[in-house]
């Protein structure tokens, strides 16, 4: 990252951190059976930051953001998404959270038999349906392009892109309904050192350009280190610390040495020290094309 960037994020992270939470979970509990996934666990998601949640597989990162977007109902606690309950049955407040939060999951989950173009009109045609045809397309263009894909992705299928492609394309379905919030469950995983850095760029980007609180979850250590304002740790049942993550590193607890402080992590470290100095181009500030292989 650029010096000038990490000024603008740091600035940003500042503003995060004393603005107001645009999502608040309280007491969060959640049972399979016998096992306990979250007891008690706590969180707050500031307004305008890149949160990144971090944890062990299983310690119940995606469970967590299913709960936060409604769609599994805790065995307890309260969860507050822009001010509304997100545990409402409410029709009119499920509506609201849903055309508020953007979401790519983490098995990507794009209609395999629509074409990407149809696939970000989906929730057009369901929030607005009395949209014109023409307007709808133009508008699924116009995300498919912010999202970094070239026009003519529009008309293919999810099963002729690359798998960075197909990220980018649910980032675009993400976007559909210009939400101010977006979830990200592992955007990074499954690609390249290169692709993955181009997608953290579109990220970062994205974020400053549209004003978004960005909710991701990743176990991509260059993740952490290029875009997160701050950082949740998933463990023992909660959230064991949320903080940026120069406070993060420090925390005494056998899973974050483990994983802060590895090889990995030591060369995630040098990479973004490099990146600082001006050395590395993997985030040009906002603005700049993303340079990802979708862009070709
Ligand atoms: N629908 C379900 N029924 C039963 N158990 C579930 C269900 N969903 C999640 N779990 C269990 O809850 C725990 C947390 O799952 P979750 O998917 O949130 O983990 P995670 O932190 O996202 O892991 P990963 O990093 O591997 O994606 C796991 O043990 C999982 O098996
Ligand atoms: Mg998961």
Redesign the pocket.
């Known amino acids: 990252m650029h010096a000038a960037a990490t000024a603008t994020s740091a600035t940003q992270a500042d503003m995060a951190g004393a603005g107001e939470p645009v999502v608040s979970v309280r007491g969060l509990v959640?049972r399979?059976?016998e096992?306990v996934?979250h007891d008690g666990l706590d969180l707050d998601v500031m307004r305008g930051e890149i949160l990144g949640v971090v944890?062990?597989?299983?310690?119940?990162?995606?469970?967590?953001?299913?709960s936060i977007l409604g769609l599994?109902q805790p065995n307890d606690g309260r969860i507050e998404v822009l001010g509304i309950d997100a545990r409402s049955d409410d029709e009119d407040d499920r509506r609201l959270i849903e055309r508020s939060t953007g979401v790519l999951f983490?098995d990507g989950a794009l209609f395999s038999s629509l074409t990407v173009g149809e696939n970000v009109q989906v929730p057009l045609k369901e929030h607005h349906p009395d949209l014109a045809d023409s307007l709808r397309y133009e508008l699924a263009l116009l995300k498919v392009k912010l999202a970094g894909l070239p026009a003519d992705a529009l008309d293919k299928l999810p099963s002729q892109l690359s798998g960075g492609m197909r990220k980018r394309a649910g980032v675009a379905r993400a976007l559909a309904l210009d939400p101010p919030l977006l979830f990200l469950?592992?955007p990074t995983a499954g690609l390249d050192p290169i692709g993955a850095a181009a997608f953290d760029h579109l990220i970062r980007t994205l974020q400053q350009a549209l004003g978004l609180t960005v909710f991701l979850?990743t176990?991509d250590l260059d993740t952490l280190y290029a875009i997160c304002d701050r950082v949740a740790v998933?463990a023992d049942r909660r959230v064991i610390a949320c903080a940026p993550l120069a406070e993060v590193e420090q925390l005494d607890h056998p899973w974050v040495r483990e994983y802060f402080h590895g090889p990995r992590a030591r060369a995630a470290r040098q990479a973004r020290d490099r990146n600082d100095s001006g050395d590395g181009d993997a985030d040009a500030g906002p603005g700049a094309e993303p340079t990802s292989e979708a862009s070709h």
């Open positions: 959640n399979f059976g096992q996934v944890g062990g597989s299983g310690t119940g990162k995606s469970v967590l953001m299913r599994r983490q469950d592992e979850i176990h998933l």
